[in-house]
């Protein structure tokens, strides 16, 4: 079946570790989304792609990194510069600005 | 200040019973508005979208409507089902990538 497909669901992580949660979608899309999400707060972009090998940032870039080798796969990792990364996480996809927008099922990562 | 609000925070209604949902936006100008659909700890999932020139869309038991004139939108829950807890998210697409997300109404159906 088509869709996108986060991984790992759940991650503990100690302060001062990166950590890269891993993203794939085989809907053939072009744009690409990582968002995070606060309780009480909408989601807020981290990263977006529009296309492979370029990717921008959003709102809340620093303490993250992305990376668009490929069209299926849009990594996100986590710095140890990130102040507060306890967070779940979400990976989206689209077939361009307007297009409908497809979520993963999230990752929840939790500082310990 | 976020460009989407969405009232209210909270509602709890029994099943079969209808509700509504509001949001209203500052975001101009925009591209289109759409609802989702989020169950806890799950992604989101779009009920409906609905460009500047539509008032309504509907997707089952769920309608959306917009007054692209007052800039409000409301989702409306017919006859809900235990299934329909979850939090429904109001976002509007501007005329970039940066999309306007609402904090979200959480809605509990008892039986």
């Known amino acids: 079946d088509g869709g996108i497909t986060q991984s790992p669901k759940y991650l503990f992580r100690k302060e001062g570790q990166n950590v890269t949660l891993s993203c794939e979608q085989n809907?053939?899309?072009?744009?690409m989304y990582w968002y995070r999400q606060d309780p009480g707060q909408g989601l807020r972009l981290i990263y977006y792609?529009?296309?492979?090998?370029?990717?921008q940032k959003g709102d809340i870039a620093e303490g993250y990194s992305v990376s668009r080798e490929k069209k299926e796969s849009f990594p996100l990792t986590v710095t140890s510069a990130q102040k507060n990364p306890t967070a779940f996480y979400l990976c989206?996809?689209?077939?361009?600005?307007?297009?409908?927008?497809?979520f993963g099922e999230g990752s929840r990562l939790t500082v310990l | 200040k976020n460009q989407v609000e969405q009232s209210p925070q909270s509602l709890i209604i029994l099943e079969g019973k209808n509700c509504t949902l509001q949001c209203n936006y500052t975001v101009s100008p925009f591209s289109n508005l759409r609802w989702y659909k989020q169950d806890t700890g799950r992604g989101p999932v779009s009920l409906t979208i609905m460009t500047f020139s539509e008032n309504t869309k509907s997707n089952g038991r769920y309608t959306a409507t917009l007054d692209a004139d007052t800039k409000q939108s409301s989702l409306h829950i017919t006859a809900s089902q235990l299934s329909d807890s979850a939090s429904y998210i109001c976002?509007?697409?501007?005329?970039?990538?940066?999309?306007?997300f609402g904090a979200g109404t959480t809605v509990t159906v008892r039986a």
């Open positions: 792609s529009q296309i492979v090998n370029d990717f």
């Open positions: 989206a996809s689209s077939t361009g600005r307007t297009g409908e927008l497809f």
């Open positions: 809907l053939n899309h072009d744009a």
């Open positions: 976002v509007v697409t501007p005329n970039d990538y940066k999309l306007s």
